[in-house]
């Protein structure tokens, strides 16, 4: 069983930055995809950005230019650098690992207001 935890998250001002993490219990390079999803009160949750193959990226069109996901193979990490961010971009983030057979954390809350 994988197990992958978030950490990272909190309370934020608008147009402020966090950097998300989540540690997997086993090798990142066994995942051929590893993701970011997220759910604000009420709505479904979404994907954020995703890392294929530790090389090829893709987000959310209204993180673009914002958040940046990466990976760490040898700490068993990955991450997501957020800037800019808006009080839109308030939610539950969880991680997100595999393809076929997918693993998810519990989450982490950010929150961005004033």
């Known amino acids: 069983q994988v197990q992958l935890v978030e950490s990272g998250g909190g309370l934020v001002q608008p147009g402020g930055s966090l950097r998300l993490s989540c540690a997997a219990s086993?090798?990142?390079?066994?995942?051929?995809?590893m993701a970011w999803y997220r759910q604000a009160p009420g709505q479904q949750r979404e994907l954020v950005a995703r890392?294929?193959?530790?090389?090829?990226?893709e987000y959310h069109d209204s993180v673009k230019g914002r958040f940046t996901v990466s990976r760490d193979g040898p700490k068993n990490m990955l991450y997501l650098q957020m800037n800019s961010l808006r009080p839109e971009d308030t939610a539950v983030y969880y991680c997100?690992?595999?393809?076929?057979?997918?693993?998810w954390g519990k989450g982490t809350l950010v929150t961005v207001s004033s």
């Open positions: 997100n690992a595999g393809i076929v057979r997918q693993y």
């Open positions: 086993r090798s990142v390079l066994t995942f051929n995809a």
């Open positions: 890392i294929i193959n530790g090389a090829s990226t």
